[in-house]
């Protein structure tokens, strides 16, 4: 463009301005192609096939400070150039041009007489004989000093946001580590083996922090006796989580000093209400039980604070819950009462505890809560074969919640074996 | 990532061409830095009639899947002759004539090392062992001139090619760049392109050549700034029994520059061998 004559001719229409505008296009017109070319705004060379520079403008020979009789016929367009330059020549410009005749604005530097660079934007294109034969190269060489200042500008620019992105996905992954380390604190890394009894668990996070609100445990407190409990700390993320360790802990604390469900509770309650009382109340809901072995069978007794009923799957493929109405939240009130309620679980039967993750998910298209008559429909509905398979079915039931499960859910299934394994007998 | 690559389609990830005579001697024609098998493209259909010819892109250049690059095994020419030798492998290519531009002369010195059964000749298209001076040997460059262009590739490829500033500058929402991208000879990712560069002007394969046991055709062209004659001189005195072939050119690309004198050269090396 730069390159093109300027034939801005003045403003039309002024009447004494006519003779001046009249001697503006005489001297436009005495100049000549040749002046032109000399003193073209751009570089202008013309090359043999082989680079030897046969033609050369003095735009460009003031630029680099050469004498034309040192430059024609002596040098060659690629000795023009930095070393960077001649090296990117050689690699992508000459082939390119030999392929493709021309080439446009390729950016490279150029020797200037002072030892300096300067940037500069080159056009390349072969002149070719009427019988197709290429002559010679034509080149136009462009000032882009300012151009390049301002592509210099773009590229720290771009490096920084790159930077940044990389040091943000760093810190990303960094959080996420220590999330997960500390998630992995608030539950069992692998429940107990439990004589005579067979476990499943599951949870499902729904916080892209990984840190839930759920909780659950397994553990022994004596004389046979296991200890389990499940529950939900209201809110998520990294407070919620604080909550559920003091809650963990405490809970398994109080379970090896008395294992009685309703003390372990009202233990609990005055912990939480008294740490979290002065303004940021922070309760749970919460079923702590203990299960005692006896011949074969297992004896249940639990409390609930607040928390879903525990529903039983029996052996003949019955499902009924093991009501615990009137229990409060833990942790809202300074004395709260909490209700027991006890069972059996005999061979085939399993206990499934469970939070509102699971029965308030969405489903279907009027997005209704899936509930407890359904839960407890869904769990009739599969066969009595122990935990692992009612927590498999269970936690498909969830998969197929898709966007309808919103909210962190945890499960626990307690069960006896249908048929004991005889000792000795593989099992 | 041995599986991976197994798993991999191999002429896909290569973009592998074949034409020429199906039952004539294999020539395996590998491109340099800068370009890709385009750079072949005046001396093919001569190669085609007596040969059958096998082009191909490393990973990091022209049309080969970009998804395949993996930085730290193109930092090597190990990594770009296990591409060679992929491509062997895949086509089960035997008593190949390699044929290598530039920096791909030293893959394939590498890629003969390993596989003499597949790569039993070599032509060396204007090849360099070494582009740095050091002591007695003359590359043609100092290190501070290595630098510089590495230095010019990473300040200065935004301007290189206007063709080149949708990838910089991110096309994913202009898809139609992207598409004159691909079907432009030569397109090459910057970054992809800075790591062959590095790879290519840092190597010393000097001690390389002493392995080649095969027969040797050397071209160098009679003026080459990236390999000037000296370094040719180097290359034949390396090779035992090797030949060198100054042909009448200019520039480093003499199967563009003077294609019919390049066919002659490997016609004759391949009628003697």
């Known amino acids: 463009m730069m390159c093109r004559t300027d034939q801005s001719a003045p403003e039309p229409g002024e009447e004494q301005d006519v003779d001046a505008t009249d001697a503006v296009f005489t001297s436009l017109l005495e100049d000549s192609a040749e002046e032109l070319y000399e003193q073209a705004p751009c570089g202008y060379l013309s090359t043999l096939m082989d680079g030897t520079i046969a033609k050369i403008n003095t735009t460009l020979l003031d630029w680099l400070g050469l004498e034309r009789s040192r430059v024609v016929g002596r040098m060659r367009f690629a000795d023009l150039l930095t070393v960077g330059g001649k090296l990117y020549h050689e690699t992508h410009f000459a082939p390119l041009l030999q392929m493709k005749g021309e080439v446009s604005g390729i950016a490279m530097d150029i020797k200037t007489a002072g030892k300096q660079r300067m940037p500069a934007l080159v056009t390349s294109k072969v002149k070719t004989s009427e019988d197709g034969e290429p002559m010679l190269i034509r080149t136009t060489v462009f000032d882009a000093r300012e151009r390049r200042a301002y592509e210099a500008e773009l590229l720290r620019g771009r490096k920084a946001a790159e930077e940044a992105r990389r040091q943000a996905e760093a810190d990303r992954i960094r959080l996420q580590e220590a999330l997960a380390v500390l998630q992995q604190s608030l539950l069992p890394p692998e429940l107990p083996e439990v004589p005579g009894l067979e476990t499943g668990s599951y949870y499902h996070t729904a916080s892209p922090d990984l840190l839930g609100g759920d909780f659950y445990d397994l553990f022994p407190v004596g004389s046979g006796r296991w200890a389990f409990f499940l529950g939900d700390v209201c809110g998520k993320g990294p407070q919620a989580a604080a909550v559920t360790s003091l809650t963990r802990h405490t809970l398994r604390a109080a379970a090896l000093h008395d294992a009685d469900p309703v003390t372990v509770?009202?233990?609990?309650?005055?912990?939480?209400?008294?740490?979290?009382?002065?303004?940021?109340?922070?309760?749970?809901?919460?079923?702590?039980?203990?299960?005692?072995?006896?011949?074969?069978?297992?004896?249940?007794?639990?409390?609930?604070?607040?928390?879903?009923?525990?529903?039983?799957?029996?052996?003949?493929?019955?499902?009924?819950?093991?009501?615990?109405?009137?229990?409060?939240?833990?942790?809202?009130?300074?004395?709260?009462?909490?209700?027991?309620?006890?069972?059996?679980?005999?061979?085939?039967?399993?206990?499934?505890?469970?939070?509102?993750?699971?029965?308030?998910?969405?489903?279907?298209?009027?997005?209704?809560?899936?509930?407890?008559?359904?839960?407890?429909?869904?769990?009739?509905?599969?066969?009595?074969?122990?935990?692992?398979?009612?927590?498999?079915?269970?936690?498909?039931?969830?998969?197929?919640?898709?966007?309808?499960l919103d909210d962190d859910t945890a499960l626990l299934a307690l069960g006896v074996p249908a048929a004991l394994p005889t000792p000795g007998a593989k099992v | 990532?041995?599986?991976?690559?197994?798993?991999?389609?191999?002429?896909?990830?290569?973009?592998?061409?074949?034409?020429?005579?199906?039952?004539?001697?294999?020539?395996?024609?590998?491109?340099?830095?800068?370009?890709?098998?385009?750079?072949?493209?005046?001396?093919?259909?001569?190669?085609?009639?007596?040969?059958?010819?096998?082009?191909?892109?490393?990973?990091?250049?022209?049309?080969?899947?970009?998804?395949?690059?993996?930085?730290?095994?193109?930092?090597?020419?190990?990594?770009?002759?296990?591409?060679?030798?992929?491509?062997?492998?895949?086509?089960?290519?035997?008593?190949?004539?390699?044929?290598?531009?530039?920096?791909?002369?030293?893959?394939?010195?590498?890629?003969?090392?390993?596989?003499?059964?597949?790569?039993?000749?070599?032509?060396?298209?204007?090849?360099?062992?070494?582009?740095?001076?050091?002591?007695?040997?003359?590359?043609?460059?100092?290190?501070?001139?290595?630098?510089?262009?590495?230095?010019?590739?990473?300040?200065?490829?935004?301007?290189?090619?206007?063709?080149?500033?949708?990838?910089?500058?991110?096309?994913?929402?202009?898809?139609?760049?992207?598409?004159?991208?691909?079907?432009?000879?030569?397109?090459?990712?910057?970054?992809?392109?800075?790591?062959?560069?590095?790879?290519?002007?840092?190597?010393?394969?000097?001690?390389?050549?002493?392995?080649?046991?095969?027969?040797?055709?050397?071209?160098?062209?009679?003026?080459?700034?990236?390999?000037?004659?000296?370094?040719?001189?180097?290359?034949?005195?390396?090779?035992?029994?090797?030949?060198?072939v100054t042909l009448e050119a200019t520039g480093h690309c003499p199967q563009l520059s003077a294609p019919q004198a390049t066919l002659a050269a490997i016609t004759d090396f391949m009628g003697a061998a």
């Open chain 1, 265 to 404: 509770l009202n233990t609990l309650n005055t912990v939480l209400h008294d740490r979290y009382t002065s303004g940021d109340t922070r309760y749970c809901t919460a079923i702590f039980g203990v299960l005692e072995p006896d011949d074969g069978h297992f004896g249940v007794h639990l409390a609930s604070g607040g928390h879903p009923s525990a529903l039983i799957q029996r052996a003949d493929g019955s499902a009924d819950y093991l009501p615990t109405p009137g229990g409060l939240l833990v942790g809202v009130l300074p004395q709260a009462s909490f209700t027991a309620a006890r069972a059996r679980l005999l061979p085939g039967d399993t206990l499934l505890l469970y939070t509102d993750g699971l029965t308030e998910a969405r489903t279907g298209p009027d997005r209704e809560l899936y509930g407890d008559d359904a839960l407890r429909a869904f769990t009739a509905a599969q066969p009595p074969a122990g935990p692992k398979a009612l927590i498999t079915a269970l936690s498909g039931l969830l998969a197929s919640f898709g966007d309808g």
């Open chain 2, 1 to 244: 990532m041995d599986g991976k690559l197994a798993g991999m389609d191999i002429r896909r990830r290569n973009n592998v061409t074949v034409t020429g005579r199906a039952d004539g001697p294999v020539l395996l024609l590998a491109h340099g830095f800068g370009c890709d098998q385009n750079m072949w493209r005046l001396v093919v259909p001569a190669l085609a009639e007596s040969y059958r010819v096998v082009l191909f892109d490393y990973v990091g250049s022209g049309r080969a899947d970009p998804s395949a690059w993996d930085e730290r095994r193109y930092s090597s020419l190990e990594g770009y002759a296990q591409d060679v030798l992929d491509v062997c492998e895949e086509l089960d290519l035997r008593d190949v004539t390699f044929v290598g531009h530039s920096v791909s002369s030293m893959v394939g010195v590498l890629a003969a090392a390993k596989a003499p059964q597949r790569l039993s000749r070599l032509v060396m298209v204007a090849p360099s062992p070494c582009y740095i001076d050091d002591e007695e040997y003359r590359g043609g460059f100092s290190a501070e001139d290595i630098d510089e262009l590495l230095e010019s590739l990473e300040s200065n490829y935004l301007g290189w090619s206007a063709a080149m500033a949708p990838v910089i500058m991110g096309n994913a929402d202009r898809p139609e760049l992207g598409q004159e991208l691909t079907t432009s000879f030569c397109a090459t990712d910057p970054d992809m392109a800075r790591v062959f560069a590095r790879t290519t002007f840092l190597s010393d394969s000097r001690q390389d050549l002493k392995t080649i046991t095969v027969p040797t055709l050397i071209l160098e062209c009679r003026q080459d700034v990236i390999a000037p004659r000296e370094v040719g001189a180097f290359v034949r005195d390396a090779i035992p029994g090797s030949r060198l």
